[in-house]
């Protein structure tokens, strides 16, 4: 059953179109009712970015959860898996990030975490869109038992205390130059502070925000600005997060770019040879590179792939018991850490090789080399492209042509109306046809 307001991710739309304070109140109140667990006093944590919207979806949020009796903790600016593990390890019934991610400012939206610290399942999303479209006048709270609000002090200290925990003890990172770039974001004060705190010589960038530039020409998914400050500044390596801090990207000391997949394969490797990894084997998802796979393959190491999104990467970690797992766009999730993708945390664990192999980013994080991978987005107006005849027929061929030597992977996206369409294999030109044959299918439906 198709449903109207949780995506792949929470719910996420225009600040004022799709997201309203009308929308976040009675996402408050559906959402506390649905968790409402004994005769406790029931309390939810409420994280958010930078935005400029947060305020308006915090304030509503807030009215919501009172309305129903749960009483609320405000963390102000915080990242994704802060929030996460503050549900966890305060016992709280319910959390909440405010947040569209990479988005622009215009976009914002609603996670909500279990108190397990987990992403909620589509079961208990579809029990929560229920009750936002009900009637909940008769379910609200009396007078006597109203909800209370409050903001709590060291959030952002117990956050950082965490994600230093996550390396070996003593660790120290004195003599590394590093350049992290907040994205204006959620983590624009707690990744400098936790970076100096571990004895680095801190470039901070994209740590003004002002509510509207979050994301804009900085972050993970502008990397440019990181580049060029990795090369001024001559440090040994950049760090990139986005919005909410659960993806990151890795510029070296040269000012490239180390992908997601390179990541991955890093950290398994050295999961591996410490003993810490849980099982040989490790999640990716379709948009994973080959050579990641054949790479993995060599080392006596599984990738299992699933369908994009850190939730089904996470679902299928449980599943196997891995404990290591990721997408290309620098989602990373190490669930003997957290139960979410944790950008920071893995750039930590990055750090920590590059300390103690003694060698150049270049070096440490160069594990294979990939396969041309060609990937092309098209917008579209309404309705379902990939049921169309004449899209169906070019990705039958398509997928003929290549005859086993690579990938095609065609998909819609999970928080826009865009069809991704992605090949790769050892034939650049082959597989650049093959994207262009079937965006050119897809070019009569474009927006």
Known sequence: MARKHFGTDGIRGRANGKITAE?????????????????????VIIGKDTRLSGYMIENALVAGFTAVGMDVLLTGPLPTPAIAMLTRSMRCDLGVMISASHNPHDDNGIKLFGPDGFKLSDEIEREIEKLIDADQSKRLASPNDLGRAKRIDGAHDRYVEFAKRTLPRNLSLEGLRVVVDCANGAAYRVAP??????????????VSPDGFNINRECGSTSPEALMAKVREMRADIGIALDGDADRVVIADEKGHLVDGDQLLALIAETFKEDGRLAKPGIVGTVMSNLALERHLAAQGIELVRTQVGDRYVLEAMIER?????????GHIILS?????????VAALQVLAVVHKMGKPVSEV???????????????????????????KNAISLAERKLNGQGRLVIRPSGTEPVIRVMAEGDDRALIETLVDDVVAALSHLAA
């Open 193 to 206: 502070q936790a970076l100096w705190e571990l004895g680095a010589e801190v470039f901070p960038i994209g």
């Open 336 to 344: 003997d850490y957290a139960n979410t993708g944790d950008g920071f």
């Open 365 to 391: 994080c160069h594990r294979f080399e990939p396969l041309p991978q060609i990937l092309k987005n098209v917008r579209y107006k309404s309705g379902k492209p990939l049921e169309d005849s004449k899209v």
């Open 321 to 329: 018991g891995f404990n290591v797992g990721g997408e290309q766009s």
């Open 23 to 43: 929308l976040a109140l009675r996402v408050g109140m559906a959402a506390g009712l649905v968790f409402e667990r004994g005769d406790h006093r029931h309390q």
